[in-house]
């Protein structure tokens, strides 16, 4: 039901990622809204049609993008519409929703849609590896290279 994919040492802008995530569902036939929360986007999409053409559907895909540039995981599920879930709840409101889903042809497109994503999602990764601004280190400013335990310049500890 949920899917978790996680990227380390990429330094990918988080803010770019989601938004990409946001245009590519409303290319897709599909309506999404993203929410900046504290360490993470949530990323809602409803099939376009669904809000006008199915009665009290809701069901919608969950994407949440949480962590740091260098550690970061991206969740897939199903929730309801409208709803601002916190991530670390997600797991239950997903539960929830799958209760809900109105069955057969609705499911398989959000499951098909769901599969395309995961695709452009891994792309959209690649693409914006090093696209988050440098980090630098904490003693002399300097920008920092990645896979150093000493800063090159400075001396300073690296956590
Ligand atoms: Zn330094």
Redesign the pocket.
């Known amino acids: 039901m949920v899917r978790k994919e996680r990227w380390t040492a990429l330094n990918v802008d988080l803010g770019r990622l989601a938004t990409s995530i946001v245009d590519y569902c409303n290319t897709h036939d599909f309506e999404a809204k993203l929410t900046r929360k504290a360490g993470f986007y949530h990323v809602q999409a409803i099939k376009a049609d669904a809000v006008r053409t199915l009665l009290g559907a809701r069901r919608c895909l969950d994407i949440v993008v949480k962590g740091n540039p260098n550690d970061f995981e991206v969740t897939v599920g199903t929730g309801d519409w409208g709803k601002n879930i916190a991530a670390s709840a997600i797991v239950g409101a997903i539960t929830l929703g799958a209760g809900l889903i109105a069955a057969g042809a609705s499911a398989a497109a959000y499951k098909y849609f769901e599969e395309k994503l995961w695709t452009y999602i891994r792309k959209q990764v690649s693409s914006l590896v090093n696209s988050a601004s440098q980090p630098r280190?904490l003693?002399?400013g300097?920008p920092l290279l990645k896979g150093y335990n000493l800063?090159p310049?400075?001396g300073?500890i690296l956590k």
């Open positions: 280190c003693s002399c300097k800063c310049f400075c300073a």
